[in-house]
């Protein structure tokens, strides 16, 4: 993984130097499954999540990572208590910069398939399932959730043509039709979050989700839920103002630092793949599998069902 910034190095080299002692022998012999789960002051709610969560996915077995990023209450304790593994940092940095170091302990433990939820207990844990299954079965390389092709809990009309606004505009910017850029229940090969370049310390989703349409990776959308948050206060979006936490207020914060990633994002690739391509390289996986190969259907959640055992190809 190549760090831009030395100071986030600093944090992830010295939490995962942590995670290591602490863990010893489990830390670098994960299951093939690493459930990933970024948290920020989630005491009360960690908990539930991490219980809910499957032993097996897809026939293999699992194991839980939860970045307590920077939390001043119990949230590390709750997820220790619950099962999870837990690197406790003791800065806040953001969901995007605590996601990046749960991959890196991830990959460093051997896991093969990294599935990433949230700590508030939005997402359906049986859903995990649906998500991992075409990556085993050797049909993609990431799979996100979609709320829009799935559920969704909520009647805030500005939340969901957030939605659909940047979803059109992913789409447009990558020449790949994405629905949902902002879903957090997804599933990945492991090494795809060591290729692909990771710098928000925030809004970190559609930076990946760039990342690997670009790098040529197959990506997968199926249909997934959305509940509403049952405990707490969503962090996303806060009104810089005075601390003030106001819901309408929030999503146009949130949609100025959103549209600012993205479009940040797009140009950054964009200009990568260019100097990639003077210096002669295709920027494409070598089997063909390129930036055309998304697969927005739900139907390949069904078709990799049948097959749990398998290995992921290296296509």
């Known amino acids: 993984m190549i760090y831009s910034n030395p100071r986030d190095q600093a944090i992830d080299d010295g939490a995962a130097a942590e995670f290591a002692q602490g863990y010893g022998e489990r830390a670098t012999s994960l299951p093939p499954v690493a459930i990933v789960i970024a948290a920020y002051n989630e005491a009360g709610a960690i908990g539930p999540v991490i219980e809910a969560l499957p032993e097996q996915v897809c026939g293999l077995v699992t194991a839980t990572i939860v970045v307590a990023d920077g939390c001043a209450d119990g949230t590390a304790k709750e997820a220790m208590t619950a099962g999870a593994m837990v690197a406790d940092v003791p800065v806040n940095r953001g969901q995007g910069a605590a996601l990046r170091l749960g991959y890196r302990l991830a990959r460093d433990g051997g896991a093969a398939y990294i599935v990433t939820t949230d700590a508030d207990g939005q997402y359906n844990p049986a859903e995990i399932e649906r998500v991992l299954a075409p990556i085993v079965a050797g049909e993609a390389d990431f799979v996100t959730g979609s709320r829009r092709l799935g559920s969704q809990e909520t009647k805030d009309f500005i939340r969901k043509a957030g939605v ?11 020449g790949q039709k994405i629905s949902d850029t902002t879903f957090g229940l997804r599933a990945m090969r492991a090494e795809v979050t060591g290729a692909v370049r990771l710098e928000q310390p925030q809004y970190q989703a559609s930076e990946l989700l760039i990342g690997v349409i670009t790098h040529g990776y197959k990506v997968a959308e199926v249909p997934a839920t959305i509940h509403r948050r049952r405990i707490g206060e969503s962090k996303k979006g806060q009104n810089p103002l005075y601390g003030l936490h106001l819901p309408g207020v929030n999503n146009f914060f949130y949609g100025l630092r959103f549209a600012r990633v993205i479009y940040g994002t797009w140009w950054r690739e964009r200009q990568r793949s260019r100097a990639a391509g003077r210096s002669g390289s295709s920027g494409s996986r070598a089997n063909g599998s390129g930036p055309g190969s998304v697969d927005t ?4 959640a069904t078709a990799g069902a049948g097959r749990p055992g398998d290995a992921a190809k290296r296509t």
Do not use: H, K, V, Y
């Open 164 to 174: 659909l606004f940047f979803a059109g505009s992913l789409s447009l910017l990558t």
């Open 297 to 300: 259907s739900a139907s390949s």
